[in-house]
């Protein structure tokens, strides 16, 4: 008898999905799989609701939402044996889609049922770990302006990306510690990422893998609002390395600082998150989660 946890965000994307124990059991034998579904209903509970089912002896725990509710679900199966399965509810969906996991929901879930697993990498940002990407600047920002909007759609976020551009200031100088070297910029943005998407099917690192034992990391320098639109556009082409004022690096450390007594707006799968330091470390951990993807994967 295996024992499937599902923890369930029911306001994750628009908050019409729809999971229920009848519509489960349409795909889990009650004679093979012993299930239980939990509600997730404030930021963080996804995250005790799964330390509960650890304690209660699940063997797979089914993340059901975006990539916050995957987060929170992630960061407690990290270095276990336990996989995490994935039904994408979210809007963006960005580990959801480097994944190949299906957005339908009966597609998903005949997935799940397979349960064919793979080991991905995972990274950390100061003790916090991501799947996608984390980043500070002007991604944060964006993804501030739209946690204030109750607009979970692509229009929603272009609009959060236009709010963000109106309230543009001067970027602090930082300095950037990479394989070996640092150097001073003032970074319109400075994207790590650990997928080829990050939502929505756009992408700033087109050629991350979640196997590589790499991040890929993405540093815009401060550009005129010009560069700015040029830059969606290349995004929109999933070309944003060819900004001249962008530059693409792959490495397994970052560090980031800034003056004393400072600290970062940044952002932690698509997540708003103030890092109440003048200091960022960024690492990963390879092959650290195992998750139920696609065979063909």
């Given at each position: 008898?295996?024992?499937?946890?599902?923890?369930?965000?029911?306001?994750?994307?628009?908050?019409?999905?729809?999971?229920?124990?009848?519509l489960l059991s349409?795909?889990?034998?009650?004679?093979?799989?012993?299930?239980?579904?939990?509600?997730?209903n404030y930021p963080g509970h996804a995250t005790e609701l799964t330390k509960a089912s650890l304690h209660e002896g699940a063997h797979i725990i089914v993340a059901c939402g975006g990539d916050g509710t995957i987060n929170e679900v992630a960061s407690c199966l990290v270095g276990t044996d336990i996989p995490l399965g994935i039904i994408p509810f979210g809007s963006g969906n960005g580990l959801a889609s480097n994944l190949d996991i299906p957005k339908n929901l009966c597609e998903a879930l005949v997935l799940l049922r397979n349960a064919h697993m793979t080991k991905i990498d995972v990274g950390r940002m100061n003790g916090r770990f991501f799947f996608s990407n984390t980043g500070v600047g002007f991604d944060a920002s964006v993804i501030k302006n739209y946690e204030s909007s109750n607009r979970r759609t692509l229009s929603g976020y272009l609009a959060a990306c236009i709010t963000s551009l109106k309230q543009l200031t001067k970027p602090q100088e930082i300095e950037i510690?990479?394989?070996?070297?640092?150097?001073?910029?003032?970074?319109?943005?400075?994207?790590?990422s650990n997928t080829n998407v990050m939502g929505y099917h756009l992408s700033l690192t087109p050629q991350a893998s979640l196997q590589d034992g790499l991040l890929d990391v993405l540093v815009v320098t401060k550009v005129n609002r010009v560069k700015m639109l040029v830059l969606g556009v290349l995004l929109l082409m999933n070309r944003p390395h060819l900004l001249k004022e962008a530059r693409h690096f792959q490495t397994t450390t970052l560090a980031l600082s800034s003056l004393p007594g400072t600290h970062f707006d940044s952002q932690i799968d698509g997540e708003f998150h103030v890092v109440e330091d003048n200091t960022i470390f960024i690492g990963i951990e390879k092959k650290a989660l195992t998750v139920i993807v696609p065979e063909q994967l």
């Open positions: 008898m295996k024992n499937v946890h599902f923890i369930v965000n029911p306001i994750a994307g628009k908050g019409d999905s729809t999971i229920n124990e009848v349409q795909y889990f034998e009650a004679k093979h799989f012993d299930l239980c579904l939990k509600i997730s510690k990479a394989n070996g070297r640092k150097w001073k910029t003032n970074p319109f943005l400075v994207f790590v």
